[in-house]
């Protein structure tokens, strides 16, 4: 039996080889060049300048445009009260007399408009910082167990609606000074506020973490410090925004009763005085100052805010 094994003639190689270059050139296969670099767009200056000039119009317009409207309102109220009502521009000179030395001294009830400010900041600051100290441990307390929420949760519900310049003749009874009942009426009116809004955070940490903390036999301490604080920390920061709120609205009223010095004592003198123009002028100091205490909690509290990620 006769096997035959054919082989390829050696000379066919380089025949192949020029047909299958051939073929590649046929497809229109090109060889690879090197990328030259590409000079990037120039700016538009037109375009850019017309989408900058709109935005810094959307935002500034419509606040000028509402304090427009305000100042307007003022000037037409005062036109029609035949003057009884300062005018915008007699105010505003006045505001520049009254700022031109807002930190005289000429006795302890006779001060400028900035140690009336400074003294109402420090009732608030120490009545706020005495509301934190009590109020957020206790709603971390009353938020996890669900023993003390239903016991405490009616008694917040009674006291929580009450005035609370209410309190202000308690807060003078015990404490027998004017001072200190104003501070006392700024802790009763802040604590509610950070109890509440701690609670509710506490209540709606996610089950998972705290099943976490169960598996791994964390201790109280430091599920409270590992888990539940960063996890609150946002209603925590809510709460206290609400708080510092509601404490310089109190605030003002408050030393209207109780006399000394302070922003809201500043307005009463006035009124005695019948002096109208600096009157708007505190209006203004109180809403200037709540407007600072607002934006710098807001900026607080979305620093430390965040968003669930979803996969």
Sequence with gaps: MVSAVFHAPRESAPEATKTIANSVLSTG??????????????PKPARD???????????????VLGLGLLVGLWALVSAST??????????????????????????PNDQGVGWNVLASLQRVAVGFGLAALVGI????????F????????PLISL????????????????????????????????????????????????????????????????????????AVLPYMLTGVRLAVGTAWLVIVA????????????????????LNVKNIIIAIFVIGIVGLLLE????KLATAFTFEEVKS
């Design 82 to 107: 035949g003057r009884s009502i300062p005018t915008p521009h007699e105010t505003w000179l006045q505001a520049l007399e009254v700022f031109s030395n807002p930190f005289y001294r000429n006795g």
């Design 137 to 144: 441990p206790a709603g971390f307390v009353i938020g996890r």
């Design 295 to 298: 934006m710098a909690l807001i």
């Design 29 to 42: 296969a090109k060889t690879p060049k090197t990328s030259q670099p590409t000079n990037p767009p120039t």
């Design 49 to 63: 300048w017309a989408a900058l000039s709109r935005s810094f119009w959307l935002t500034v317009l419509p606040p």
């Design 146 to 153: 669900a023993f003390l929420s239903r016991m405490f949760n």
């Design 159 to 230: 006291l929580r609606p009450v005035s609370p310049l209410a309190w202000l003749p308690i807060g003078l009874l015990v404490f027998k000074g004017a001072n200190p009942a104003a501070i006392w009426t700024i802790f009763i009116c802040s604590i509610w506020p950070m109890v509440i809004n701690t609670a509710v955070g506490v209540q709606r940490v996610p089950q998972d973490y705290m099943n976490v903390a169960r598996v791994l036999n964390l201790s109280e301490w430091k599920i409270a410090t590992k888990i539940l604080f960063p």
């Design 254 to 273: 408050a030393e209207m009763l109780t006399g000394g010095v302070g922003i809201g004592f500043w307005v009463w003198d006035e009124w005695n005085n």
